[in-house]
């Protein structure tokens, strides 16, 4: 049966795993570890491409992504060839690393996003890799352990996560901790944590999630998300884009207020008010459906690590 095309458009989210061929291990050391993290840290800013969460375990690795202008296939053949061609010449082997293509699951960014953060940062500790959260929170081969003390680096959008469980970083971290104490708390009170060992049963699940309580599953093992949802990707490609319309009156009416032209912000300007406003914008634009931080930096005239640094300082 031939394979299926993937599904993809500049800005969608997927669920993206890879395993090792015959479920062999494709990390055996922390060298390997910290070699694969590099690479992925390098080709997602040279994509463009943002990451939310990953999880290393021995014999396979979890991502959850939001595709860059390249699109997820050139992402991944980047970093996947490269490790593989490093791998390979470390350990004196040859051959084939990944099992088959890796497996990737374009995803409805509501309600899914908060969800498949919790399940892939929680995948060391079902994997039996740590023996606790607090463990977790120190785990270096997790994005976890990022979200949680606070690591901002321009590859890793900890920002974005953590804007969906508060205003201000502090108070976000601690509704973000809960959130993954309540799922561990609800898989040992159902026994599924070792239903939830297989990537699959829990994804299954997952999939029942729906938005609406009229809203049908998609049926489509690529995409995880309702009907309506897998509708839109069909029809025009561009699922979980932001609104253009949306963040330019945004952006208008903030340089309204502020007395600035839309021309002034996005020279470069370094006037304390020019200063200030990009600030406000970007705490009001990142809050946007499927925005990234690359985009809010095309919009406000600066460059993706400036928000960056914009959005920690207000966090």
Known sequence: MPRRARLDADGAIHHVIVRGIEQRRIFDDD??????????????????????????????????????P??????????????A???NRKHERQGYLFQNRYKSILCEEEPYFRELIRYIHLNPLRAGLVDSLAALDRYPWCGHAFVINGSEYPWH?????????????REARLRY??????????EAAGGKRDFWKSDWSLLDWMKNLQPDAGTEPSG????????VFARGVWRDKKPTVPDAAAAMAII???????????????????????????????????????????????????????????LGRKR
Not at 220 to 227: F, H, K, P, S
Not at 289 to 302: C, F
């Open 70 to 83: 390249l699109g997820i296939s050139k992402f991944m053949r980047r970093l996947l060839t490269g490790y």
């Open 177 to 186: 901790r809960e959130f993954l104490e309540s799922g561990i708390r609800d």
């Open 252 to 310: 208008r009416s903030g340089c309204e207020k502020a007395g600035l032209s839309v021309e002034e912000l996005l020279s470069g300007s370094r006037r304390s008010e020019a200063v200030e406003l990009r600030r406000r914008l970007a705490c009001q634009l990142i809050a946007l459906p499927g925005m990234t931080l690359a985009e809010i930096g095309r919009l406000l005239g600066v460059t993706k690590a400036a928000v960056y640094k914009i």
């Open 157 to 169: 959008d900890v920002t974005s996560v953590l804007s969906r469980f508060g205003g201000n970083k």
């Open 220 to 227: 489509d093992e690529r995409i995880l998300g309702g009907e």
């Open 85 to 87: 061609v490093s791998y």
């Open 31 to 68: 060298g390997d570890r910290s070699n694969f993290v590099s690479r992925l840290a390098t080709v997602a800013v040279e994509t463009e491409t943002a990451i939310y969460a990953w999880a290393l375990l021995p014999n396979h690795a979890h991502a959850l992504i939001r595709s860059g």
